[in-house]
């Protein structure tokens, strides 16, 4: 059923480029967003993982670079992977004073997890397990490409909306056709609104199950519910200085996205989580 629903997700997103292309610049403007479309989901699907990293500012954790946190991170992400069945994922850390994870890459064989400095500082060995078993539960259930196509495609979505905020309805196409006004205000306004929802509805739902399997993963729920109770606290004094674009990627929402994105939360309230690691039979 998520792979049906990610396929039709997807699908919609490459949609709205087709459409909007047509409504900011006609046929050519529809082909355009068809390649766009198209390519963007080439470059997700092999390079998305890069852009994660690059974007995050992250440093590749080895026993050369960075050694003491490689050692910490290695005693916790090796016995945890081989319990969940998964290769060892590479590891990275960020320079973000504030608590926060995300994992990327195409599949479980090409996958990476970042941690940011502020987690490390913040975190308990156990709440850093957690933390990192909810990481490697979103790559065996392989939701890391899927955040990182519909991260890209979003993204490409609302920088068409701003191409038509600029051109609106006055191109025209090689037969002298207009674009539609309408459709052109319409997609400055929807485009932004549907990619927002659409990462909304992929990231959301996951969340709880990625928290359940770090639970599982270590036999209780507990260092979970520690790791969701102080994300959420120093997150909200030290906010994280994230892209919207790539927000849904965290283990928990960046407090520093705000205005009107706070009202597309790509995450369920931290209470929603809490309360259903309570329930969870273990």
């Known amino acids: ?98 608590p926060n994870a995300f994992a990327t890459g195409r599949n479980p064989a090409h996958a990476s997890v970042a941690v940011t400095a502020g987690i490390l500082r913040s975190m308990s060995d156990d709440e850093l397990a957690a933390v990192l078993a909810h990481e490697l539960g979103h790559i065996k259930n392989r939701d890391i490409l899927i955040s990182s196509i519909a991260a890209t ?62 639970a599982r993963a270590l036999g209780t729920a507990q260092p979970m519910i520690s790791a969701l109770v102080k994300l959420d606290s120093i997150g909200r004094q030290i906010p994280l200085d994230s892209s919207p674009a790539m927000s849904h990627m965290y283990i928990m929402q960046p407090f520093s996205v705000g205005g009107l994105t706070r009202l597309f939360s790509t995450h369920p309230p931290t209470q929603e989580r809490i309360a259903a690691l309570q329930t969870l039979a273990i």
């Open 1 to 98: 059923m998520n792979a049906i629903k990610t396929t039709l997700l997807l699908a919609l997103l490459s949609g709205l480029l087709v459409v909007g292309g047509r409504a900011v610049a006609g046929q050519e403007g529809m082909l355009y967003g068809l390649l766009l479309a198209v390519g963007m989901n080439f470059f997700s699907y092999f390079f998305s993982e890069k852009l994660a990293l690059v974007s995050s500012r992250a440093q590749r954790v080895s026993e050369t670079e960075y050694p003491e946190i490689y050692q910490r991170l290695v005693s916790l992400v090796r016995p945890l992977s081989q319990r969940m069945g998964i290769p060892m994922p590479k590891l990275w850390i960020t320079p973000d004073p504030s």
């Open 153 to 214: 495609l979003g993204s490409a979505i609302t920088y068409l909306a701003q191409v038509a905020m600029w051109f609106g309805g006055g191109h025209r196409d090689r037969n002298g056709r207009s674009g539609n006004p309408l459709a052109s205000l319409l997609m400055i306004f929807l485009a932004p609104l549907a990619a927002g929802l659409i990462r909304m509805a992929i990231a959301r739902t996951r969340e709880f199950s990625a928290d359940a399997a770090s």
